[in-house]
Structures are given as structure tokens and as C-alpha cells.
């Protein structure tokens, strides 16, 4: 199915003002356990640029801004440029953060493939962007120069282990947008190395607890949001009903470490640094 409608429909409800936007970011930080892991992941980078004064981000693929909206209010510190290829999601955070108040933003229309600033960032962040870009390779080059010299990549996609809920090779994903179900994890690794990237941790991220989680947060509203717009009167209640069972799940998943699971939390850093916790 193609989830760009859906989208659509959610950002036509949630976007018409500040004050609404603001409990979408927060249901999405709630709901969804991808923002669970980046948000815990982000904490931790953010400990190793502790003491910069000033550190730039490029937020790869920004979308409704909702991590760009969290690091700047989690670090003061950081400024950060979203770009994304959608010129309508551009135009939106940009309303958005300025009617916010929040100048330490700015937002570029751009694509992936060809946008890149020499040595300009300490951190990009990728969240769910690789697997829609049939041309990956030219983005972890585009990454790897774009960061400054120590710079770190943190990238969230789905595995090859039931990412875009394919499960067997000839099975059609899922997201109909996606050009790719999942990564490998040598297949990531083998590709951030020949863009540079030395050193590169890789771990699996939605587990047991984070498959069902997902299928409660994600496919079963998405599919039913399919089939008639109507659902989305019934979603605060259907969401209200499973709170604490998706909380649980996601805290789960959150301290589990996986063997396999159908997610990729990658982090790679320009340079190997001795203690250098990634």
C-alpha cells in the first residue's frame, strides 16, 4: 500500500496550527518506537559533543520535523538544517518553526543524491529515509563529505530480517514507496566502509515486543485509515485503549538486545576515536 496518502491525511489534520502539530509530534514521540531509539541514541551522541559550543545538523530527510523539533529542545547548543524533497514539507516547517519562535533552524528543499556541503556538519541524521533512495551509495558519499572531520552518522531503516513486512523474497513490502524491503547488515557496513566511514556499529531494533508494537502503532491504523478516512475519528480511542500495552512493548524493545529484529540502528563515525562511544 502507499503511505504517502495517509500521510497526507494526517498532516492536513494535524498541521493547521502550531498548537496541534505540537501534540502530533508528541503522540508520534509516544506511539512510535523509532523515535524511542533515535531519541535514546541522540542523548547519547550528544555526550560525546558535550562540551562544543556550537554543533551543526543536517537532518537528512527532516519530513514533518518532529527530530528536528526534538533537538532543539533538548540541545541548546545545536543548529540544525533539515532538508527534504517534498517543497510542500519544507514550506510547512518552516511556518511552523517560525511561528515557534525557534531560530537555530532552517530548512532546505533538496535531494539526497546530489546534496552535499563540505565538512560542514558534526552529526546527520537519516531516520527511515535510505530505504525510499534507489541510489544509496551516492548518499553515504554525499554523508561521508558532508561531515566535519569526527562527525558521526546516526541512521534508523529496516532490515532485512521483515523490514516493510516482507518475510520471504518474492513478497511485495508493505510500504509501496520503498524501493528497497531492508538492509543487511554487511550489506550497510560494506557500504559505509567504501564511503569512508570507519568506525560502524550496527544493531538490530524492533524485536518481538517492537514488531508487535508496530503492527498495533503502524500497520493495523494504517490499514484501516486505507480503507476509509472514517477511522480516523476512531483512532484517539483505539490508541487510548492500547496505551499502556504499546508503552510496555516499547520499553521492551527499547532494553532488549536483539538477535535479529526488523529494524537498523546504524551509527558510524568519520574517524576511529579511541573511546569513542558510538
Same mark, same amino acid.
Given at each position: 500500500m502507499n503511505y504517502e496518502p495517509i500521510k497526507q491525511i494526517l498532516s492536513n489534520q494535524f498541521n493547521r496550527w502550531p498548537v496541534t502539530r505540537k501534540v502530533f509530534y508528541a503522540l508520534l514521540d509516544l506511539f512510535l518506537l523509532r523515535t524511542w531509539h533515535i531519541k535514546k541514541s541522540?542523548?547519547?551522541?550528544?555526550?560525546?559533543?558535550?562540551?562544543?559550543?556550537?554543533?551543526?545538523?543536517?537532518?537528512?530527510?527532516?519530513?514533518?520535523g518532529q527530530y528536528t523539533y526534538f533537538m532543539t529542545k533538548s540541545f541548546p547548543s545545536w543548529k540544525i538544517l533539515g532538508v527534504d524533497l517534498k517543497k510542500d514539507e519544507i514550506d510547512s516547517c518552516e511556518r511552523f518553526f517560525k511561528s515557534a519562535g525557534i531560530d537555530r533552524v532552517r530548512f532546505q528543499e533538496a535531494d539526497l543524491t546530489s546534496f552535499r556541503k563540505k565538512q560542514a556538519f558534526d552529526i546527520i541524521?537519516?531516520?527511515?529515509?535510505?530505504?525510499?533512495?534507489?541510489?544509496?551509495?551516492?548518499?553515504?558519499?554525499?554523508?561521508?563529505?558532508?561531515?566535519?572531520?569526527n562527525g558521526l552518522l546516526l541512521i534508523n531503516t529496516p532490515s532485512d530480517r521483515g523490514g516493510s513486512?516482507?518475510?520471504?523474497?518474492?513478497?511485495?513490502?508493505?510500504?509501496?514507496?520503498?524501493?528497497?524491503?531492508?538492509?543487511?547488515?554487511?550489506?550497510?557496513?560494506?557500504?559505509?566502509?567504501?564511503?569512508?566511514?570507519?568506525?560502524?556499529?550496527?544493531?538490530?531494533?524492533?524485536g518481538i515486543p517492537g514488531n508487535v508494537?508496530?503492527? +498495533?502503532? /503502524? =500497520?493495523?491504523?494504517?490499514?484501516?485509515?486505507? $480503507?476509509? %478516512?472514517?477511522?480516523?475519528?476512531?483512532?484517539?480511542?483505539?490508541?487510548?485503549?492500547?496505551?499502556?500495552?504499546?508503552?510496555?512493548?516499547?520499553?521492551?524493545? +527499547?532494553? /532488549? =538486545?536483539?538477535?535479529?529484529?526488523?529494524?537498523? $540502528?546504524? %551509527?558510524?563515525?568519520?574517524?576511529?576515536?579511541?573511546?569513542?562511544?558510538?
Open positions: 541522540l542523548r547519547k551522541l550528544a555526550c560525546n559533543i558535550k562540551f562544543k559550543e556550537s554543533v551543526d545538523v543536517l537532518d537528512a530527510g527532516s519530513g514533518f541524521l537519516s531516520v527511515d529515509v535510505m530505504e525510499h533512495i534507489e541510489d544509496d551509495v551516492a548518499v553515504f558519499n554525499n554523508f561521508y563529505a558532508s561531515l566535519k572531520e513486512n516482507v518475510h520471504d523474497p518474492g513478497q511485495k513490502g508493505f510500504i509501496g514507496e520503498h524501493v528497497r524491503n531492508g538492509y543487511r547488515k554487511d550489506e550497510m557496513e560494506q557500504k559505509l566502509r567504501h564511503a569512508g566511514f570507519s568506525k560502524i556499529n550496527i544493531r538490530y531494533t524492533y508494537s508496530w503492527h +498495533l502503532t /503502524m =500497520k493495523f491504523p494504517m490499514v484501516c485509515l486505507s $480503507l476509509s %478516512k472514517w477511522f480516523f475519528l476512531v483512532m484517539p480511542i483505539y490508541f487510548l485503549v492500547l496505551l499502556p500495552i504499546i508503552l510496555l512493548l516499547n520499553l521492551a524493545d +527499547l532494553a /532488549m =538486545k536483539h538477535r535479529s529484529g526488523t529494524g537498523l $540502528l546504524v %551509527k558510524a563515525s568519520k574517524t576511529t576515536i579511541d573511546g569513542l562511544k558510538i
